[in-house]
């Protein structure tokens, strides 16, 4: 019998294992080159082509194309960190990808990102670094540096390359461009073209010019010392990645992008500026050939930029005695808004200012996409929710709000902020169309970089999970209730009337919930196919009676009678169909019956948004009374009063996603509504 061990070591990959570390000759890596001289690509060129292996698909949005890399829906680990709503932002940083990609000036630029706290700059970066590490273990990622054997008879004397320095950086640069023409390494056929800048580091240079010595300027000789392998990027290992977090201006260093000084080896070279008493271990030296990450860029100290801005524009530092090192990696950082404004006004920061593309990120403003950030993490297949049943609308109520308070107001002053919302969401209001859409995004000046970020939310509906009022479940009103009293203590917020001003959107948005559970409710008790198939059809035979001048045969007297003009505004009214409309409303159905007719169809109410809701509304309306729903606020109820509201109750369990305790509180809280709404009419 296997032992645990044995059995454990059969679930390893020893083929994949061999092939990421693959080692050989130059001449084997020449012919590597030759058969896809793409593993040469720069660092920027990998980076694109790294996104762009994801796919991409291509939309219309307000009649503008838009396209969506599937890289940020986060491949690698099942969506963790997919980026949503921000595909206008996302295209903006790949098009600057791809311009630095084919050498046209954005490779000598750092990629700022810039905007509110909480919306998905680190992500970005981090899901960057996450997919070089992954598209560096596939076939079409493959990336090569080299080792100095310093005994070719006895392999485990080896020195890597500290750069991790691409192996075509061994042939001389003033022979390079001949040298890959003559080996038939550059391709006429295809867009790519075999970079051919960069020269060793300063500790290869050395190593190279010794052996170049010691065989009299035999570069062949030389080249039996180099031993080719494959590496893959790891941030874990700081291989290829590099982060760097400013930290307490007392303890910070330039040395920690650069390298410094191994003393324990200057005894044995005797000097400290040999190269092979230098460790070339700062965060610029580690993330050579891939990408380095600083966060919070603006918070570094003078003495840092002089090296970021060599690095940015010279593709070049300087270690601590020693020449101008060339690095090929790409540079990015990102930057709050207080930080940002500080660079703006501070004139000894022209330089960073000239060598920094800004990639704004603001505040997701399209609620579809915002519910989407909360159903990752609070939705039922969530393993935060723990099996605690979160009710229909709880996570889109929350979003509402943090839309909303991200939006302008707006200057038409027939529109609220909710309306707005909803026309950003793609919904339709009378009387605007895309290109409304369009110039209310036009007249913003800083929509999307100010209001409530998603990690308030986000704690707020964990408060909610775990608080002791929610017993099993929770509801948008204990959620809404975390928002409304987190903001008396937000941190980030200290305008009295700012603050007031979001409460007043909470209660536009409790007011918007209400109408949306009245509506479900209402469907939900409306939802006999059969009934109101029977309204339709009485109403499609007084309505036919009445265009045509006809009378109509009352199915229990038998008797011709005229058209129940009653009971036609009763439906119409529900679609806000005016006295002064509804002939218009009549003939529009009549002509659609017709049309249908005409080509041997039949009609079906389904088919007429508009007809559909008003019989459902009209049927509510009948229904309402029959159910008794408002005597679910008292302690009494008949049974057959219990028996329809069982079903009602088992439809929004069915349909719309609730459960018994959060259906039954639905019904209370929407016949509280009515109740209320039958007292005032009292009153009255």
Known sequence: MATATEQLAKLQDIETYQELNWTGTFDEYLDIVRENPRVTRTAWRRLYDMVISHGVEEYTDNRKKVQHYGFFDDPFEDGRDAIFGMDITLMKLVNTFKSAAF????????????????????????????????????????????????????????????????????????????????????????????????????????????????????????????????????????????????????NQDSTELTGDINYRLIAEYGSDSDPRAFNFDGEFCVANRGIIEFVEVLKLDVAFLYDLLGATQEHKIKPKKFPQTDIDEVIIGHTNEAEYQRLLSNEYMEALRDRTIKID?????????????????????????????????????????????????????????????KL???????????????????????????????????????????????????????????????????????????????????NEVRREYEDIVKNEVQRAISADEEAISRLCANYIDNVKAYTQKERVKNAFTGQAEDPDERLMRSIEEKIDIPENRKEDFRREIMNYIGALAIEGKKFDFRTNERLHKALEAKLFEDQKDTIKLTTLVSNVVDRETQEKIEVVKQRLIDNYGYNEESATDVLNYVASIFARGDAKERSE
């Open 103 to 250: 050498g046209f000036g954005t490779d000598k630029r750092i990629i700022l990102l810039h905007g509110p706290v909480g919306s998905a700059k680190s992500t970005i970066a981090r899901l960057l670094k996450k997919g070089l590490e992954s598209y560096s273990r596939n076939p079409e990622g493959a990336i090569y540096t080299f080792d100095w054997l310093l005994d070719p008879e006895d392999p485990s004397k080896v020195t890597p390359c500290p750069l991790n320095e691409d192996p075509l950086h061994l042939i001389p640069l003033e022979w390079r461009a001949k040298a890959i023409a003559e080996l038939g390494l550059d391709n006429e056929d295809t867009d790519f073209r075999i970079p051919i800048k960069g020269e060793l580091n300063p500790a290869c240079r050395l190593r190279f010019n010794m052996l170049l010595e010691r065989y009299e300027g035999d570069w062949g000789k030389v080249m039996k010392h180099v031993r080719v392998r494959r590496f893959v990027f790891s941030e874990a290992d700081r291989i290829g990645i590099g982060t760097f977090q400013p930290k307490d201006e007392k």
């Open 361 to 421: 990120v603001p505040y997701i403003t399209k609620l579809s996409q915002e519910v989407k950030i909360y159903r990752k993490d609070f939705g039922q297949s969530s393993d935060r929710v723990r099996g605690i049943h979160v009710a229909p609308h709880t996570l889109e109520v929350a979003a509402m709000w943090a839309v909303a308070t991200r939006l302008e107001v707006p200057k038409k002053h027939d529109l609220t902020v909710l309306q707005k919302l």
């Open 424 to 506: 950003y969401d793609g919904k339709t209001l009378p009387g605007y169309t895309q290109d409304n859409v369009r110039e209310l995004r036009k007249e913003t000046e800083r929509e999307g970089l100010e209001g409530i970020s998603p990690r308030y939310i986000q704690d707020k509906i964990s408060n909610a999970l775990a608080s002791e009022k929610g017993g099993r479940y929770i509801n948008p009103f204990l959620v809404m209730n975390e928002l409304e009293s987190g903001l008396k203590s937000h941190s980030l917020i200290n305008d009295e009337e700012l603050k007031q001003r979001y409460r007043v959107l909470l």
